[in-house]
């Protein structure tokens, strides 16, 4: 049996490349090998035990052919099983179950590790928030894809005589929308003088928080012409389809069009000596690279996809201990809940006066002001918080504000307080409002309820009830979809930003 020096992997979720470094990859890398000579040997069933009575979750809201069966082909080489969904068709999450309900039935079912594949960035993390049992990220949206990136870096290794320093990586397709791709360059970073080339339409550029983060961890990025500039500058070509389902404003036609040139060709092969790469699958229809391809010596992706197999084996071997088993609790850490997206306010004494020099008390003993809301949302707000039918009492106005001669809305209501679920739908008709609590004529208590500003954030969906949660690493980021925070609020000053960055937890 493998005796490793130490076990970094055991029981812990797999939600993003940033949670492992690059010793978890070598000792990852060096644990895929083992289990692919065993894979190709005489001695293949040598771990067949290893995982016996040890049961996999399958949660694929997202279709998958490949990261859901070398999951199951994992799982019982190990000797394990597994169960699970494969589209939500049948199960109650089309009776609107949360992600969160859904997750606790599954822990309830003692499963021993879930594996989660789901449409929404950060999803995923907060199911391994909610989780008893270990969570692993089979891809959230357009966020992550860990697995494969550790499978993609694994091929890449193997390829490169088995190192990843001063690797030049070539990337094309859709950089903009994919989520291997931001897992893979950021696995990447982990280790020294990588370049990456890339070349692309500007609809499917790389993103510009990626282009940074990767910078900042020291990786050369560089945007080149043409696919050839690209093969001439590297080794490897990481080539990844359109990702039409999260594609919005451009027609099919219209997508065709933009990646028309730069599809791989063997006429643009005809010098290159690497290895073409893919997480697959490839859109045929498209054919971001050409039939043709699969034939040639450079096509390395189907080694690839196999590789996925031995690296899940790894993965799976290494995270769970021989013996264990998670006790279901049926009770909620009420921590999970807690959020930390209020910027808490000064408060001046007999309330603030308005730009028209109103007070926004005035009219209210106790209850609620909204300020700072999109010009004439307020009365949007008052509706979808059906305040008026609640037999609540609201003034609504639109002021002209500010030096800069927009009009903004308040709302002023005698409801006193307001739920997480209502503030954010606020936030969403409205960005981010101001909310000052009124007591006696005065303002009692301000804040500013901050929303993260990705749109295809878990924490922006209502249903869901994610707490939205920050952190700082140099920058105020979502603590589910890890994306950099801009406040949309425009009342919020550098100083109070600085001063709540300071207050948030770090993670490095
Ligand atoms: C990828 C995915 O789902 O992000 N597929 C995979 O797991 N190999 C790539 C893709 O769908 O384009």
Redesign the pocket.
């Known amino acids: 049996m493998l005796i490793l020096m130490e076990n970094r992997f055991i029981d812990r979720d797999v939600i993003s490349i940033n949670d492992f470094n690059r010793d978890d990859f070598l000792a990852l890398f060096k644990c895929a090998e083992m289990m692919r000579d065993h894979e190709k040997s005489e001695n293949r069933h040598l771990f067949s035990g290893r995982l016996k009575r040890r049961r996999l979750a399958e949660l694929f809201y997202?279709?998958?052919?490949?990261?859901r069966t070398s999951f199951n082909t994992a799982i019982t080489e190990l000797g394990g099983c597994s169960d699970g969904f494969s589209g939500i068709e049948g199960t109650s999450v089309v009776k609107q179950e949360s992600i969160r309900d859904t997750i606790l039935m599954y822990n309830a079912n003692h499963f021993d590790v879930l594996v989660m594949?789901h449409p929404l960035d950060g999803s995923v993390q907060w199911a391994a928030d909610v989780s008893d049992v270990p969570v692993i990220n089979?891809?959230d949206g357009m966020n992550e894809?860990p697995?494969?990136a550790m499978l993609d870096a694994f091929t890449l290794h193997i390829l490169n005589d088995n190192r990843l320093d001063g690797i030049r990586v070539g990337l094309g397709?859709?950089l903009m929308h994919?989520?291997?791709i931001r897992s893979l360059s950021q696995a990447l970073a982990l280790f020294d003088n990588v370049s990456i080339f890339w070349a692309a339409d500007d609809f499917f550029k790389m993103p510009g928080d990626l282009e940074r983060l990767l910078i900042n961890r020291g990786v050369k990025v560089e945007r080149l012409d043409t696919p050839e500039d690209v093969l001439e500058n590297c080794g490897f070509y990481y080539m990844?389809?359109p990702?039409t389902e999260r594609i919005v404003g451009k027609s099919a036609q219209e997508v065709r069009e933009l990646l028309q040139r730069y599809r791989i060709t063997p006429e643009r092969l005809e010098r290159f000596k690497g290895k073409i790469l893919?997480?697959?699958?490839i859109?045929s229809q498209l054919a971001e690279i050409d039939n043709l391809v699969y034939y040639m010596g450079c096509q390395g992706f189907l080694e690839q996809?196999e590789n996925?197999i031995f690296v899940r084996k790894a993965l799976l071997y290494l995270m769970m201990p021989e013996e264990g088993y998670t006790l279901f609790r049926g009770v909620l850490n009420p921590e999970i809940n807690r959020s930390n997206n209020r910027i808490f306010r000064e408060v001046n004494e007999g309330g603030r006066k308005d730009g028209n020099g109103e007070k926004i008390v005035r009219n209210i003993e106790d209850g609620l002001v909204l300020d700072h809301l999109k010009p004439a949302s307020a009365e949007e707000i008052a509706r979808e918080l059906m305040l008026v039918e609640g037999g609540y009492s609201c003034i609504t106005a639109s002021v002209a504000g500010g030096g800069e001669g927009k009009a903004k809305s308040f709302l002023k209501t005698n409801l006193h307080g307001l739920s997480e679920r209502e503030l954010k739908r606020i936030a969403l008709i409205s960005g981010e409002p101001t909310v000052n609590l009124i007591r006696n004529g005065g303002v009692a208590e301000k804040f500013v309820y901050l929303l993260c500003g990705n749109d295809n954030c878990v924490t922006r969906v209502v249903k869901e009830d994610v707490p939205g949660k920050f952190y700082y690493d140099g920058e105020i980021r979502c603590g589910y979809c890890r994306r950099p925070y801009a406040p949309e609020n425009r009342k919020i000053s550098g100083g109070e930003l600085n001063r709540y960055a300071g207050s948030l937890p770090r993670r490095g």
């Open positions: 997202e279709p998958s052919t490949r990261t594949r089979g891809g894809h697995t494969q397709g859709d994919g989520r291997t990844t389809r990702q893919h997480p697959l699958p859109n996809a996925g």
